[in-house]
């Protein structure tokens, strides 16, 4: 996995097989990704690293998230629920997302379109300081939130991403109640990949 920020914009995350090659989805949004590098680090936010993907904090927060797929390139707003948007860019990270919010583009001409607005919400974002959150918070029907290493890992997954929204609500809680459960990332991370085989056959935490 990608450790180095600036690594990332030129061999991706270091996940799959293509990473470090021209396949490699980072390739697929060169401007996109520059044209929004550009933006976020000249607004004081300061760029690290983190589960292979670029990720901007401020004052010491995990703030914002770039990433490269397929069909799109994606600004991750963490904790980003709370922020006013007048013009309707920010969608749910997923379908049990709660507080995190996206924006997702497929063109270099539409990113530029939405240049303001973009601005906009991550000015708002930084002097927006939500408490901070456990990794895992319930939702208002109980849904636990997914736990930011697994929306990374589903993001860069989509066939585990899918079969893991088909299963059923109690064995996905099981399963985001055990990830979630563990006080380090790297742990959260081994436990997301040993659950694997489970998840692509439909069986929850506990089946044998």
Known sequence: MTKDA???FLEGCGRCPKGGTPEC?????????????????AMDFKEECKWGMPCYTYQGRNMVLLSALKEHVVLSFLEGSSLNDPSGLLQKAGPNSVRDRIIRWNSLQGLMDSEVQVKSLLKQHQFNNP???????????GTPEYPLELKVFLKENP????????????????????????????????????????ILTGKGLQDP
């Open 6 to 8: 600036s690594l990332f």
């Open 25 to 41: 989805k980072v390739h697929r949004w060169t401007s996109e990704l520059a044209l929004l590098r550009g933006w976020i680090t």
């Open 131 to 141: 408490k901070s959150s456990k990794s895992i918070v319930p939702s208002a029907e």
């Open 159 to 198: 066939e585990i991403a899918q079969a893991f929204e088909a299963l059923t609500p109690g064995r996905r809680r099981g399963y985001l109640l055990h990830i979630a459960g563990a006080a380090q990332a790297a742990t959260r991370l081994r436990r997301i990949e040993s659950a694997v085989p489970k």
